[in-house]
């Protein structure tokens, strides 16, 4: 699956899920990403189902599954045969009538979730930038090998996303949050005397990476694996920097010390999963940037799915309460 | 008093506190920063003091005070006579015998209160490149209005302190601790497309100004004053910033709204004393940037007060911990 | 509308919501107090709302509507035609064949928004005792500005909700609750030397008069404004009373300074809104009382609703818990 | 020891704590209320003492104690002679030459305990009243069982205190603090048609008590119980209400219920010790009452302990802040 | 209903509720364990049930209902004449046709509730060795005194539920509960010398008595009295053992003290509805294995209703988490 | 220093703290556990310092430092000669005269800090008899290897403490609190037929690994060391558990998992510093036993400490209230 070069809409002619209408017929491939088994009045099973693509979701119903097609699980491309409707009272849903495992030449990737908002090569860029203003040699070592796409964490970094669900729950979504919060980070720390910039932009970039192992980034539908829920993702990514730390046997102990405690302390408090509270001013910089900009991010996509013309968008969960995006520019003109 | 042409050192020829030796004679001005009236054995009236200036602090006890010694309230400045000495087991004390206040001839105000480490130069000259770089035409000529130093609150915003004691206790504290939140909010905003850049900076600079009627700053010592205990900084800051939009009566509501929201949201929870919480992207960078400045400064402040070589601070009661200042760069070359 | 002469189902002949029976027909103007659009099978658009008179609530379902009815708000009064039905598994619905906006001399405001169980003329009588007990001639001169019905905020307070839902969320809900807190304050505070009456009185009538511009009060089901959600009810209650002193350059600087903290403190505690805790006897007693009697009324208003014969009400959510309401007056003689 | 009729002042010429002068000899009676054994560089035992009177408190030192002197526990009333003196730096301390157990006739108890304010007839008359305004005849004749003198726990009702510590800690301080409970709370009762106003006097007098066991009120200085620790007053003031009501085989299950329920969940809150929540508006109010007249008292107290002129009183534990008491009548016509 | 002696299956020829199929007939004898009466689109009464028996629930819908129909309350033996059958969309249900009040002799108990895992003779041996294990003859006497079939708490805590619902909700489940906890507790006190072996296991025994009186248990489904409600559990309990103990006059009053302390602080803080914490070795064992034992059934439980294979249960509300149940050892030699 | 051949009291002869009396000399080695550098009047450096040995502590002050004495830090073993005094008011302490580094020679480790009340062959014993007691191979191996004397971490774990301060801060306490954790958490699983034993065995011995690196364990007093307190010991335990893991590269993966959750898991909740909650019954266990020993420990320690006689201890923090011990055996004969 050569992530770089795939081209939306070129390896099948699905209509995407967001534009499908009422009695049109649903062909292709699409991820599975959910799935509960059922038995129906007769002790037959069948199978309740998500479909997803690059442009949405909707919910599907497989009477009469075959062997394969109970045998899918959460993350699995599947090809589908069925017919699309809408219910006024209970909603959208396909009716598949064929269901079965997808071939890796059967479908791109690209078309089947969602991707960054930035592209690949301006994340790229992005970063390269910000690694060249490190300046302290062994710490931008360490970047360099923890992005080296031809290893790990590297090359899961480079697509992972960075969460289960909502904001950045897509490829490279680990990769633009990092980004983001380093920028911010380095904008900050740049502000400030007593502030080593180098481990504020290493901190920032590094501050997820235990996503790359605490979540499933193959699949379609990313999952938390059994050690991300077991262990959490803040002591496998101390794991990792420790790790990748360690392979330079001249790194400095102090830079070490620190950089590590960036990766621990960065949710800002015991009760956010944090073992230690933020007890340098790098690690409090990375921190706040982190939060900061999760919170205008859930706002933007509150933002994009609100109807044209609110003011406010639905409740968002990070900030326990509606956002307020007043009268927008466009319109602004015309009505107020 | 003319604050601006104060050069410290000039009015009079005192030892500066921190430079007390046990046995030598006290003679000049003091701001009273703290007083206890209490009885003797005897049924006498006697006074404990804390004398102040802009070196440090120093415990003082007065027997046989005057009337007009009784009569002194916090934030005087005192004319005293006496003799400094160190009890091994009880520390250091001035034992004054003779105080009364002082006239406005006989003492500099530099010389007794402790100013911001930022010039009053610098500080103008940065606030000036801020205000220059808002657009927005309402916005910017709300902020002319807001800063005016022939008028309030722009006449007390900056000379006020920014908080009763700790970060930032002193003389411009606040005028200080505005300008680095709102550079580094204007940092922040200048990274996000979807960020109104002007509103963050106008609520960066604006968004403790009710703090120039909820402390004192016209005395030496900063207290709180009845208004800002009973109604509380964002009320009253509130109230201001109302008052400044309403001289302008072609100020867009929307922008009215969304100031006013940044100004009674910036403690960022209830809890905090925010009657509401942070519900548009600029009020939760003005609060973010609130808080992450305050906690750096914190560590600031705590690593210059530490013994030279140690690694960690005392415990910084806005982080809950000590913070780790780690091997400083005067001694890392000789001894890592 | 004139409000106080509305003479309930004088207007139309429509049958009341609470006693409409399935098939039977639907005529006439009601309140939207919901309202959402989605889009069938085909494409086209529909409505489902909640359509609500005095007597209760209803959903309804509407096909192909017009663009009239499609350009509806909550809050507005619409008149419809169409059935009423009750289906065993998904309840009771209308569906509207005919709605559209109403004209103001189609409806009866009395007819479709539930008024205060205590009438207008009781609630105002009541409301001049408290006032007349009020002995300091400022304070009693601010709450007659304060209630003039010929101004704000005294006309909206006299017809303004208490609450967007629940609890006194009906016409005149503001003025009976703010009198039935200042009855309970008064009864108490005139048990104490040391409280001052006339201030609890004062603070009783006019602690939530912030909600007379946080919530709408005009339409017929009431809503938060941008305003009341943005900068909160206190701030804006604060704000009022403090303009309404400020048009008295005589009144007591100490009532004032008390007046308006019992305003900002009424919450009783940060994590509930209120940027400072009550400091005073009588921000105690105002803040205790309307905890108290919310409560008291949340219980009256789930045995209301609870069916006759239950010892228990449904979960009431300010107790966090059921009421006990056990075996009731009529039934005691029978059963017990 | 015949409460009632003990006149202050007549047993003995001591001279009370609260006017002591440095140098004074101390001879007569006290009341022990704190002991620390210790022992001195010679492996000799001394005390460390507190000696309390109705005036007030003052610390003690008693080298070289008889064994009697050693043998007395925290509540004895002893005789002490010795001499009175204050140290500037330490404060005010009585050099104790001899001290031993006193013997019952040696001291009248309203000369070491505080007493409430509220003079003992006026408290049984107001409780009369209270009592008398009681309709429904069982729950009046079991207020009648719980107040008579004869028997427990009326007998320790009408002398025990209402805390160990601050507030109504003194000899009658139970009996005032249920009164003024109960007074404010019926005068809330009275004025809401649902409640039953009985139950809520019976509440309001009986909800504390369980600390006629949870506290000793039999000695000077009220300490808890083991019981009281162990068990709470909570569940020992319910074990007493249902023995009290057991006694009448014919009072009312319902009412019953519900009595016992007041006492279980006065606290309010599980957090506060109560093991269930007020789910009765009976207990609602007494809830309520309990915690807003606990506050009235804890300012009353703390204005009277502070300085004249001081609009603010030393911070509250039960407010969590300082109270404003403002410019006070007395000083009000000269001042402002 | 002599529940030693019910032999499962003889009574009745049901088809148990787990294993009935769409479509066949439904008749017999059922537990009546949820009851919501509505009225359809005529006007006509008809009723939503959940019907149980020992193999599980079902949803049931009964139009026409007889008058002794609607007289049936939650808990109920119902005789029920009718059909089973599964919507694919809204799952299993019984459509009702006849349904009355079971006769006494019309049904056995132990076919229509769950009963404990462990048999009755197996809990009756492990609690005799138990009790055998006390070696104090007061604090053994005591648990006879209370376990004893013939009277109370003895006769109703042979058989009552352990919880309203969920773990232990069954028949029995109170003593096995209770079992279990003490044998835990027998445990860990054994290993410590300093720990009152005898009086941890009376309280790990006797440690929920309350719930006799705090739950139905004569009926079918557990329900919690109104006293249950109103007093709690805990103070239930304490009264009790209280009374247990005061039955022997020579019981050890210190043992007493101690006892009554593990009932009253064995919910572990205030916050979980335990007045006072536990404050002895023997009370802090106690809560320990309570909580501890708790989540280990619970997990038990949900592995249990776990699809075969899954490696985790649905989400625990105990433990705010599903657990990780692994690869079972069944399937462990195959694929690992 | 070879600690298991200590033999208390054979190197010097020393009068331990506990038996100093005012007025002797003190000579010889103690351990500093405290030490601040002043300035006294006249600008000479003195120290403040604690000195301890295995039989307690005690405070000391040194004039006219030498540099040597001035470089100790705390943990180190010094030389001191000085004299003992206790003075009425500020109690016990050292006139230090002369004070040097020791050689190590010159003092026996075990005379200087306090060690388990369990002697190092039965914990040794005990220990063995646990890992015995393990029959899955891998894990049993990797228990031998974990306590493996001649590396780490086994040779640490032998001797490190396990808290910094109070219960279990001597040499060998971390060995005697594991062992206790995990003798009780073996308990209670072997009565589980669902809890793996073998792992719950492992995770109690392994659960505070991480504190032979958090804690400096060579020196006299234990402090916490930069990683332990940048990166916690969670994390640090996590990283030794895995290393340990991963020398076998046949140990079961599912095992590895769960033996990482537990130490991960084990304080219980992230308000406590487990980034993860427990969630297999194995880390269930391992968190209660370890919460449920510590505070039955704590317990233990307060009454060894608290007066003879004394029914109740002093404040235990771990219990937020005093402990309970009652009348105690040698007295209770008598008593009552």
Same mark, same amino acid.
């Given at each position: 699956m050569t992530d770089q070069t795939c081209i939306p809409g070129t390896t099948d002619a699905r209509i995407p899920i967001c534009e499908l209408k009422s009695g049109q017929a649903v062909e292709g491939p699409y991820c599975c990403s959910d799935k509960i088994a059922a038995t129906d009045r007769n002790g037959k099973a069948y199978l309740r189902l998500k479909l997803r693509d690059a442009s949405g979701e909707v919910a599907a119903i497989h009477f009469d599954p075959s062997d394969d097609a109970l045998g899918i699980t959460v993350g699995d491309v599947v090809i589908v045969g069925g017919t699309f409707s809408v219910h006024p009272q209970y909603g959208a849903q396909v009716q598949v009538r064929r269901l079965r495992a997808a071939d890796p #030449?059967?479908?791109?990737?690209c078309d089947l979730v969602p991707v960054s908002p930035i592209g690949p090569a301006e994340l790229a860029e992005r970063l390269h930038v910000l690694v060249d203003s490190v300046e302290e040699p062994h710490v931008r070592a360490l970047l360099e090998r923890a992005l080296d796409g031809t290893r790990e964490p590297g090359a899961t970094f480079a697509v992972a996303p960075a969460a289960v669900r909502n904001h950045h729950a897509y490829r490279h979504g680990l990769l633009e949050h990092s980004l983001i919060v380093a920028e911010a980070a380095a904008g900050v720390a740049s502000?400030?005397? @007593? =502030?080593d910039y180098d481990l504020v932009v290493a901190g920032g970039i590094l501050?997820? =990476?235990g996503k790359t192992l605490a979540y499933? @980034? #193959?699949?379609m539908a990313p999952q938390m694996t059994d050690a991300g829920r077991l262990h959490g993702e803040i002591v496998m990514g101390h794991d990792m920097v420790r790790e990748l730390i360690d392979? #330079? %046997?001249?790194? %400095?102990p102090d830079l070490a010390l620190r950089l590590r405690h960036i990766i621990v302390s960065h949710h800002g408090m015991r009760e956010k999963g944090s073992p230690v509270v933020p007890q340098t001013r790098e690690a409090v910089i990375v921190h706040y940037c982190d939060d900061m900009t999760a919170r205008i991010g859930a706002i933007d996509d509150a933002e994009a799915s609100a109807p044209a013309g609110d003011r406010w968008t639905s409740r968002i969960f990070m900030i326990d309460a509606p956002a307020y995006v007043g009268v927008r520019e466009e319109t602004a003109d015309d009505e107020e």
């Amino acid at each position: 699956m050569t992530d770089q070069t795939c081209i939306p809409g070129t390896t099948d002619a699905r209509i995407p899920i967001c534009e499908l209408k009422s009695g049109q017929a649903v062909e292709g491939p699409y991820c599975c990403s959910d799935k509960i088994a059922a038995t129906d009045r007769n002790g037959k099973a069948y199978l309740r189902l998500k479909l997803r693509d690059a442009s949405g979701e909707v919910a599907a119903i497989h009477f009469d599954p075959s062997d394969d097609a109970l045998g899918i699980t959460v993350g699995d491309v599947v090809i589908v045969g069925g017919t699309f409707s809408v219910h006024p009272q209970y909603g959208a849903q396909v009716q598949v009538r064929r269901l079965r495992a997808a071939d890796p #030449d059967e479908y791109a990737a690209c078309d089947l979730v969602p991707v960054s908002p930035i592209g690949p090569a301006e994340l790229a860029e992005r970063l390269h930038v910000l690694v060249d203003s490190v300046e302290e040699p062994h710490v931008r070592a360490l970047l360099e090998r923890a992005l080296d796409g031809t290893r790990e964490p590297g090359a899961t970094f480079a697509v992972a996303p960075a969460a289960v669900r909502n904001h950045h729950a897509y490829r490279h979504g680990l990769l633009e949050h990092s980004l983001i919060v380093a920028e911010a980070a380095a904008g900050v720390a740049s502000r400030f005397a @007593s =502030v080593d910039y180098d481990l504020v932009v290493a901190g920032g970039i590094l501050h997820d =990476v235990g996503k790359t192992l605490a979540y499933t @980034s #193959d699949g379609m539908a990313p999952q938390m694996t059994d050690a991300g829920r077991l262990h959490g993702e803040i002591v496998m990514g101390h794991d990792m920097v420790r790790e990748l730390i360690d392979e #330079d %046997p001249d790194f %400095p102990p102090d830079l070490a010390l620190r950089l590590r405690h960036i990766i621990v302390s960065h949710h800002g408090m015991r009760e956010k999963g944090s073992p230690v509270v933020p007890q340098t001013r790098e690690a409090v910089i990375v921190h706040y940037c982190d939060d900061m900009t999760a919170r205008i991010g859930a706002i933007d996509d509150a933002e994009a799915s609100a109807p044209a013309g609110d003011r406010w968008t639905s409740r968002i969960f990070m900030i326990d309460a509606p956002a307020y995006v007043g009268v927008r520019e466009e319109t602004a003109d015309d009505e107020e």
